[in-house]
């Protein structure tokens, strides 16, 4: 009689959302499950093991299937991926393990924030002009960001936020977050940027080459035109009578250039369409593009005006090339001054190919940020603001799934971290919508205490059923979160 009573559903307590689940079933978030009337988290915790026999991480010899389970480690830190959160916010941390790190007592307080207040800041290596500053980056046509301040060599977009996620349509938030967690997650994200004829396609992965409106970005800039005068002058000389590096922003012509004042290059009479900065400087040659050095031409002689006839001479030898070096031409004027194309001299292609040489290879950064509010901190101690000075004092480190965090100036607990850097699979969600990602706090014992820490809530990190855990090694580009260093009282006895 019993076998054919319906099992109740239980209520979920880890987010806003509030799922009630039957028995056997996940929550909206497929974080948490219904298994015989118990609430359970799905995916294991996470224990970060140091040590030097272990399957690498990141980096040489690492397998990309390769998910960071069974090494050989020695001392253990507990990350806070997979192990739940503190909604509503009054609960303390779920996990607060203690250990001693060389004679000292230390605590990690562990969290699976819930973060509304988030994004992720992407950096693309590339010299190709993927839009303008201020588009609007869309993805499965709904707005998710925009395009930051251009740095060298990279474009910059800032995607998601608080804005985003709660402040437009139930479907922009939803492919917000979405789109936010397949990032975090390192997985490729198709979005567009700028609208109808400026419109720009972009695949997006951590760790990956950008795919530019299906073209694979191989090489970000050695330099800017006028610093590729400066780096190669001497492959130059000799072979030719000027040189002019093609690009979007500055570009750089050899004969005016300060770098060809003191190698005695003679003047040749070239004129460069564009706005004169300094000698051999010029901005603005062309608009902004896919083509020669992130400018919107095929042809670099567009960008060149009538040579003086005063000063240029026939059979004047020119090259052309591009910040990455992957474009480049040769040219002779001819009896009319004019630039007839050549086949390129062997010695110049290699000056070309030492350009791209010395470039790097174009990868997509994603950087996760978001604020530590209420429940984070509540979950460490009764006084929350005590944490956030803490912080700020170096008494307290902050990690993401282990990994190092930035912690921006100013108030609160703003961090930022790179996602290559943490665990597979450190990201969650919750459909209000919110990303969850881990954040951990490790301090002394005693300064734990004097924050007004959950003490009784402590207990050894021995004391953590290890077995059901996944265990991954620490990774090698990473601070130890417990090493001294990273505390102002490094150098003092506790």
């Known amino acids: 009689m019993k076998d054919n009573v319906k099992s109740e559903k239980i209520r979920c307590d880890a987010c806003p959302v509030m799922c009630y689940i039957a028995d ?3 929550g909206a978030c497929d ?4 298994h015989a009337g118990e609430l359970v988290r799905l995916d294991p915790l996470t224990i970060i093991q140091s040590g030097h026999d272990v399957v690498p991480f990141l980096g040489e010899g690492a397998s990309e299937n390769w998910d960071g389970d069974i090494i050989k480690g020695k001392r253990k830190f507990v990350t806070a991926v997979g192990a739940g959160t503190t909604y ?3 609960k303390p941390a779920p996990f607060i393990a203690s250990q001693e790190v060389e004679g000292v007592d230390m605590v990690t307080v562990v969290t699976e924030g819930i973060f509304s207040y988030c994004g992720v800041k992407v950096k693309i290596d590339t010299d190709r002009h993927i839009g303008h500053e201020r588009d609007v980056v869309f993805v499965d046509g709904e707005p998710i960001g925009h395009v930051m301040t251009s740095e060298y060599g990279s474009k910059m977009l800032s995607l998601g936020g608080v804005e985003h996620l709660t402040g437009g349509s139930k479907k922009e938030g939803r492919v917000t977050c979405d789109a936010l967690l397949r990032l975090c997650n390192r997985e490729a994200v198709t979005m567009v940027i700028g609208e109808l004829e400026h419109a720009t396609e972009v695949i997006v992965e951590a760790g990956k080459p950008p795919i530019i409106n299906g073209e694979t970005e191989r090489l970000m800039r050695v330099g800017c035109g006028s610093a590729t005068i400066g780096m190669f002058p001497k492959q130059w000389i000799g072979l030719v009578d000027d040189v002019v590096v093609v690009d979007d922003h500055i570009t750089g012509v050899l ?6 004042k003191t190698l005695d290059v003679p003047a040749s009479g070239i004129k460069i369409k564009g706005r004169r900065s300094t000698p051999g400087r010029y901005f603005q040659v062309a608009g902004p593009g896919t083509g020669w ?7 670099p002689l567009k960008i060149l005006g009538p040579f003086n006839p005063k000063v240029a001479w026939e059979g004047l030898r020119l090259f052309m090339v591009s910040t990455t070096g992957e474009q480049f031409g040769y040219y002779e004027l001819d009896a009319d001054l004019l630039p007839q194309k050549k086949d390129v001299p062997e010695k110049l292609a290699a000056s070309a190919q030492l350009i791209a040489e010395n470039c790097e290879a174009s990868v997509c950064s994603v950087l996760f940020m978001g604020g530590a509010g209420g429940s984070l901190r509540a979950g460490v101690t009764e006084n929350p603001v005590q944490l956030t000075r803490s912080v700020k004092h170096a008494l307290t480190h902050v990690s993401c799934g282990g990994a190092d965090a930035y912690v921006w100036p ?3 607990i703003t961090v930022m971290v790179d996602v290559l850097d943490m665990p597979t699979h450190s990201f969650g969600y919750v459909p209000t919508p919110a990303l969850v990602a881990p954040i951990e706090f490790t301090l002394r014992v005693s300064d734990y205490a004097a924050l007004g820490g959950h003490l009784d809530h402590m207990r050894s990190v021995d004391d953590i059923n290890a077995s059901e855990a996944r265990h991954v090694p620490q990774n090698p580009n990473a601070k130890n979160p417990m090493d001294r260093g ?3 009282w490094k150098d003092k006895p506790e």
């Open 255 to 260: 004969s005016e250039h300060e770098t060809g």
């Open 486 to 488: 990273n505390y102002r």
């Open 88 to 90: 509503p916010d009054y």
């Open 24 to 26: 056997g079933n996940s």
């Open 293 to 299: 050095g992130g400018t919107d031409i095929d042809d």
């Open 410 to 412: 100013g108030g609160g």
């Open 31 to 34: 974080r948490y499950a219904n």
